[in-house]
Every structure is written in C-alpha cells, then in structure tokens.
C-alpha cells in the first residue's frame, strides 16, 4: 500500500472510527481525514439511552491525542459533508474541499422527528450524546414522560424513567410493537415486560398534538386522551444519513445500496453501518442494519476493501442486537421474517425465555430474554446454515442438560 | 499469543462467543469463561473478529 494515497472517512462514530482503526492496522500508511457533523470525538451509543440516562459517564471512544498521534488521523469535526463528487473524487464539508483516493462513507442515520411539535421545548429524539444529556436532564427534574413509539429506544427511555419511580406512558400507533423488529407473537411478549415494569403502554393510538406555551405541558392522542407532559420522547424510528449524496450519483435506496463488499459501485467509494444497504451473501438479500455489531465489523471491511480493492472481501453477518428493559436483557440474532416461531425454553410471561425462528427448514433467528448463555449457540448454528431439526435438536438438549445439572 | 478480558468492561453479551465458539463462553450464571488459555492458529481469525466485535472493548491480545 503506498503511501501518499488519501483515505477519507465521512461519519465519525463507530463505523467511521473502525474504519480508520482498520485502515491503520492493515498498514494503510497515508492520510486519513475522518469528518464528523458533530463536534464530539467520536463516541458509543448504545449506553445513551441505558445507563447514560441513569447518570453515567460516557467518555468518548478514544482520546484525542489517540486519534491525532497513534492514528494519524485528522480530524474536521462539527463539519457535515454536503456533497459528494465521485468523478473528481472529492467530498464537500462546510468551505472546504477533500480530495481522496479511497473513500468510507459512515454517516449512520438520523433519528425520526415527530411533526408538528412546532419547536416545543422538553420535545426531543434521542439519537446524540446532546439529545441523551438533554433527555437525562428532564429525568433529573422528575418529569411526567411520554415516550412516543414503543421501539427499543422509546422502550429503554421508559425504563430509565421508571427506574426513577417516574410516571411514564408509552404511545405506539401499532397495535403490536416491534413487529418489524421480531415479528408479532415476540413483538407482544417483549411489550408485556411494560406492564411488569410498571410502565402504561397504549398501542394502536396514534398522537395528534403536542401542545404547551414554549415548552410541551400535554400529548392529545388520537383516541381523546390528553396525556399530561413535561417530557416527550420521539423513538419513532432512523432514516439513513443520504441527504449529502443526493445527485452524487450512488444508488440511494433506504441507504447507500452497496454489493456484498461494501462497494458502492463508485470507483474507491465504500459505505458502512447503519447508512448502508448492502448484500449479506448469507441470506441471499440486501439489508440495511442499525445495529452496533454489523456496524463496527462493516466499518473495519469497508475501510480495508476500501484501500485494497482488488483484493475485497465480502460482509456476511448474521444480525445481532440486545437491548436492556428493567433490568432485563432482550437480545435477538439471525431475521425475523419466518414461517413459524417456537418457544423452546422458559415462557413467554415468565423472566427468561428462547424463541426459534423458522424459514422453510432453516433456523433463521432466535430471541432470547435473559438468555445470555444460550442466543450466542444459536448464532453459531444459524452463522453455518443450520436446518430447523438441528435448532430444535439443540434446544432439547441444552434442556436436558439443565434437568440434569439441577 | 493470549488473550487478555477485562472483566470489569465484560458485560456478558457474548459476541465473541458467537465467533470464536472454541475459545469464549457465556456460562449459566451470563459470566464470560475463557475454554482455552492458548490460542490455536485455527481460533485467531475468529478471537481477532470477536475483539472487534466485542461492544465493550473488553478483549485484548497480548504475545
Ligand atoms: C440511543 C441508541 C441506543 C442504541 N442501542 C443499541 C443496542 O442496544 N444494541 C445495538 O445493537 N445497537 C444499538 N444502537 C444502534 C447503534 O448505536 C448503531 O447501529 C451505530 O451507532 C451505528 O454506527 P454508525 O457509525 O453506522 O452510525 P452513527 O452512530 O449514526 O454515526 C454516524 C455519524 O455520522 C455523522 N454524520 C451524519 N451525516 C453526516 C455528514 N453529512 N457529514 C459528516 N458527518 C455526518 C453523525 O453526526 C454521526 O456522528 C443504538 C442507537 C441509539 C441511537
Ligand atoms: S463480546 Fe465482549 S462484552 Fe461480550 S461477552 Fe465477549 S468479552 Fe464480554
């Protein structure tokens, strides 16, 4: 790899920053420019809606020294790319322009916002260490919340407020939640840990104001229920970071559509983590995740197929994601689009359960509450195309080892 | 080459369980156990994939 070649990463947060760590590791030993729309360095989010809510601190990934010196990285933050020139091989950000030779893009995606909040204040999404620390803040100050969109973020935020002995009410226009994230007899038996948590959960009602002088005082649902509020909390969902690339040129379609590689069809261009859709050669399809795992590891592929083309390795995963309800650990591997799913240990009203999910005759997915020591085995077996006998055939015998063991 | 895990970052996801089966285990009580003290040339490839797939930067190599 020679030297004077330029990498720029655009997204500085964890896909950018693997992505210059891999770049670095791989002994790329050129420049790296990383540009990040926020000012911060880069930093993790899963904790912001866990137990950075809860007062914890969140210092950021690395230090910047770490990334100046040991990285040799430069850093052009609080500076949003605006365009995107694959022809002349430069990325606009603010007055200045980067020319590069390899090209990451990771700007993740943005957090829906809820329309007509009329700038509210006390109204916020929670996507950014600045929306956490503001949410943290009317948690501080005791507020009546209502999380609107019963998701796992919405669903975290409930559970921090109750943690607090606060009031909290979530509204989700479904009448199951989490449908598209684990399909519908999970998605309820997820919900039910609402109710155990103490947390008042309306699904199938939509909202139809918010309202207050400056700052939001009530939530109107679509039923006639006025909700009373000092906190509103959109988890409403993410739409991918493309804006920058319009009339760039790459194949937008919810994401930056990219082949197995992570490549985007741009020569030297390669995108990563929650703002690429790309083939995953072990399903057979495109998908776009908003999950840590999928993004650190693409982040590290895209960076390094990035700098050496001719020799670019395909991304397979089998998608994994945990979230964390009251104290409980939900955690999900594999998809959730199936033709059957069985529960095969604990119940579904219980504190721990494993549920299967089938496809035809393949094991497809499994979601586990408080199932720490079993989801991984299914990963495992899913990651090397188990049929749907083989899952089933494991599970009974994880249960009778644990008859025994008892 | 050894693998090092801080047990204070570990939060018990098991990621690196997943991909490096021979090596990591969750176990009953959701605590990190290690199978194996030397790495074979055969777990590198997945002991490196499971330190950059580790949420909570716990896993470390050392020589
Ligand atoms: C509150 C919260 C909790 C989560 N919890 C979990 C969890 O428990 N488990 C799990 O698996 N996943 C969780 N996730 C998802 C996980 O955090 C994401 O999948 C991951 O952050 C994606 O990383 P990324 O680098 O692709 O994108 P992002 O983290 O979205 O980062 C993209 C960066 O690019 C910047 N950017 C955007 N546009 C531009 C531009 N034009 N120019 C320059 N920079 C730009 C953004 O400011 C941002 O910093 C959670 C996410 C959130 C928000
Ligand atoms: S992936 Fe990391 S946090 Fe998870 S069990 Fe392994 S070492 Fe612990």
Redesign the pocket.
Known sequence: MSSGRHLVV???????LRAVEAARRSGFDGRITL????PHLPYD??P???TFLDGEDLPPFRGEEVLREELGVELALG????ALDIGARTVR?GEREFGYDALVV?????ARALPRTGGLRGVHT???RDD?LAVRRALDAGARTVVVGAG??GS?VASAARKRGLDVTIVEALPTPLVRAVGETMGGACAALHARGGTELRCGVGVSAVEGDGRVERVRLSDGTVLAADLVVAGIGAVP?TG?LAGSGLTLDDGVVCDETLFTGAPGVYA????ARWHNPLFGRHMRL????S?AEQ?AVAARNALDPADAKPYSTVP????DWYGARIQFVGVPVTDEVRVVDGDLAGERFVALYRAGDRLVGALTLNGQPQVMKYRGLIMRGASWAEGLEFADRRRAAAKESV | MKIVVDYARCTGLGICESLAPGVFEVDDSGDLIMLTETISADDLEGVRQAIEGCPTEALRLEP
């Open positions: 655009v997204g500085a947060s964890l896909a950018g540009i990040g729309a926020e989010r899963p912001l809606s866990k500076a949003a790319a605006t950000a990771a700007t993740g995606a943005g929670l996507r950014t956490a796992f973020i975290e970071a920058w990563a983590g929650d703002v908003e999950h840590w795992t993004a982040g994994y994601f945990w979230s």
